[in-house]
Nanobody
Framework: VQLQASGGGLVQAGGSLNLSCAAP????????MGWFRQAPEKEREFVAV???????YYADSVKGRFTIYKDNAKSTVYLQMNSLKPEDTAVYYC????????????????WGKGTLVTVSS
C-alpha cells in the first residue's frame, strides 16, 4: 500500500491549506484513515481520523479549525486546515488505521511520505 500526502506549503498565520492523501481504492474501502504530524524535535502526534462510516475524531489542538473528509470516487482523504497557527508547522502524514485506539501512532501502518506545512507569524 502506497500513500502519498501532498498540498503542503508556506502560509501566513490565519491562512488555510488543504492537504490530500491518495490511497488505493481498496484501502479507503476497508480501513479508517488518519492524519498525523511531526514538528521538529517533537514526537509524531495524532491530528484527525475518519472511519469507514465517516465518523471523525480530532486532536483538541485542531478541533474547530481542521476538517478531515474523503472522496471515495477519487480514492483520496483530505485535511482542510483553516485558521492556521505557527504551532501547526510540521510534516503532515497520512496513514492506515489497522485497529485499536485511533489516536495511537503504533496502530497505524503504511505511512507515506509526508508533506511540509510551514505557518509564518
Amino acid at each position: 500500500v502506497q500513500l502519498q500526502a501532498s498540498g503542503g506549503g508556506l502560509v501566513q498565520a490565519g491562512g488555510s491549506l488543504n492537504l490530500s492523501c491518495a490511497a488505493p481504492r481498496r484501502t479507503l474501502s476497508n480501513y479508517d484513515m488518519g492524519w498525523f504530524r511531526q514538528a521538529p524535535e517533537k514526537e509524531r502526534e495524532f491530528v484527525a481520523v475518519i472511519t469507514l462510516n465517516g465518523v471523525r475524531y480530532y486532536a483538541d489542538s485542531v478541533k474547530g479549525r481542521f476538517t478531515i473528509y474523503k472522496d471515495n470516487a477519487k480514492s483520496t482523504v483530505y485535511l482542510q486546515m483553516n485558521s492556521l497557527k505557527p504551532e501547526d508547522t510540521a510534516v503532515y502524514y497520512c496513514a492506515v488505521l489497522m485497529g485499536g485506539r485511533y489516536y495511537d501512532t503504533g496502530n497505524y501502518a503504511y505511512w507515506g511520505k509526508g508533506t511540509l506545512v510551514t505557518v509564518s507569524s
